[in-house]
């Protein structure tokens, strides 16, 4: 779970958001008629904006400051250096796979996963790769609630089952 550290730049958030609002209109009048017509710019929706910084993120450049003390110059084997397009950084991040009090990481030790899904909140990644055990528990859950007028919910308690996946 290394990662990057970054610090989003006005122009990522102008390539993720301002760049991709839209102009939604509503029309007013009898009947249906579009006498009047009322415009203004709505936001993506946030899946979008998430997708376009996750694809920033997995092609970042990394850079180090050049000696003038204002360029930055790409380390590594880069293809071009970037532009005020591309998302850069400097820092890797912390190993967040580990606890570690300086950076304030509990680490995933013990953590809950999903031994099915294929994707972040899968063991695999979540786990950083060290495995899992699968534990039955019982808990305690409200059940059975109603409401009552004016303003009560009374519920009862049931004992449910349930398995969880922890990261070892």
Not at 67 to 83: F, R, S, Y
């Amino acid at each position: 779970m290394h990662g990057r550290s970054f610090i989003f730049s006005g122009d990522q958030a102008t390539y993720a958001v301002k760049l991709h609002m839209r102009t939604e209109c509503k029309c007013h009048g009898l009947s249906g008629s579009c006498t009047l017509r009322t415009c203004w710019k709505k936001m993506p929706h946030f899946r979008e904006v998430g997708d376009r910084l996750l694809e920033r993120f997995n092609g970042a450049s990394k850079v180090m400051g050049g000696n003038d003390g204002k360029t930055l110059i790409p380390v590594g084997q880069n293809i071009k250096p970037p532009d005020k397009q591309d998302l850069i950084y400097s820092d890797e991040s912390p190993d967040f796979c580990l606890a570690n009090r300086k950076t304030g990481s509990l680490g995933t030790r013990g953590r809950m996963c999903n031994s099915t899904a294929m994707d972040i909140s899968g063991c695999d990644l979540l786990c950083c790769e060290r495995g899992y055990r699968e534990e039955t528990v019982v808990i305690e859950e409200n059940c059975l609630c109603r409401f009552h007028w004016c303003c009560v919910v009374q519920c009862k308690k049931c004992m449910v089952r349930k398995e969880l996946s922890l990261c070892h």
